[in-house]
């Protein structure tokens, strides 16, 4: 499968603990987003990186949120000390962002229950 | 900071029948507009997309215009099938100083026989 993946695709917390997404963008793809949805809305922006470097955060992106991509392939996407309003699907997207490359490919989501 | 506007929420059609769904968007600079489809529990898929140089595009049955003095969009999908039935979501990006894509709210379309 040569698409974005993320892991876990489920995940059920209880408020309070941390979670820790990943990402796998498409190979050549040198840019990275994470987005997060709720039921009945588009997704909304959080962050993105360009390589590993993050060059945009949402103030959506709380200080218990961090996301990094060390090597420019894979992404985590970390919270702490996670709260109810955290449920949500969070997905990632990746494109090749140069030129006229702006189609964004995404990911299945990983869809976190916070109990 | 960009806000698209997408209506309607909720669209009927019978199957044949043409479906229009349409978006405004706040930034003028904003030149890349893209539509996704997302089917119940899957991600969202691109569809079509336009640039601000273009005022119309067409793939087979699905076609986008785009007016940039109104600044709007609008997806229009002709003789739907049961299959095109899904959550379509509107997104707008300038390519010049941002990546990240704002959506809209989404439509629900359901197709019915």
């Known amino acids: 499968d040569t698409g974005v993946s993320q892991d876990p695709r489920h995940k059920i917390t209880k408020r309070g603990q941390n979670v820790t997404f990943r990402c796998d963008p498409i190979?050549?793809?040198?840019?990275l987003y994470w987005y997060r949805q709720t039921l009945g809305q588009g997704p909304e922006f959080l962050t993105y990186?360009?390589?590993?470097?993050?060059?945009?955060k949402s103030r959506l992106l709380s200080d218990r949120f961090s996301a990094e991509r060390p090597k420019g392939s894979f992404s985590t996407l970390e919270i702490q000390r996670t709260e109810q309003g955290d449920s949500a699907m969070y997905l990632c997207?990746?494109?090749?962002?140069?030129?006229?490359?702006?189609?964004?490919?995404f990911g299945p989501g990983t869809r976190l229950t916070v109990l | 900071g960009e806000n698209v506007e997408q209506h309607p929420s909720t669209l009927s059609v019978q199957e044949g029948d043409s479906a229009v769904i349409k978006c405004t968007y706040s930034?003028?600079?904003?030149?890349?507009f893209p539509w996704y489809k997302q089917e119940l529990g899957k991600r969202p898929q691109l569809i079509i997309d336009?640039?601000?140089?273009?005022g119309e595009k067409k793939d087979q049955r699905i076609a986008v215009t785009l007016n940039k003095t109104a600044k709007h969009f609008s997806l229009h999908i002709t003789e739907t099938q049961p299959e095109d039935s899904a959550v379509y979501f509107c997104?707008?990006?300038?390519?010049?100083?941002?990546?990240?894509?704002?959506f809209g709210t989404g439509t629900r379309l359901q197709v019915t026989l």
């Open positions: 997207a990746s494109s090749l962002g140069s030129g006229i490359f702006n189609e964004q490919f």
């Open positions: 190979s050549e793809h040198n840019r």
């Open positions: 990186f360009q390589n590993e470097a993050q060059l945009e």
């Open positions: 930034d003028s600079a904003s030149n890349y």
């Open positions: 336009i640039r601000s140089n273009v």
């Open positions: 997104a707008a990006l300038n390519t010049g100083t941002a990546s990240k894509l704002t």
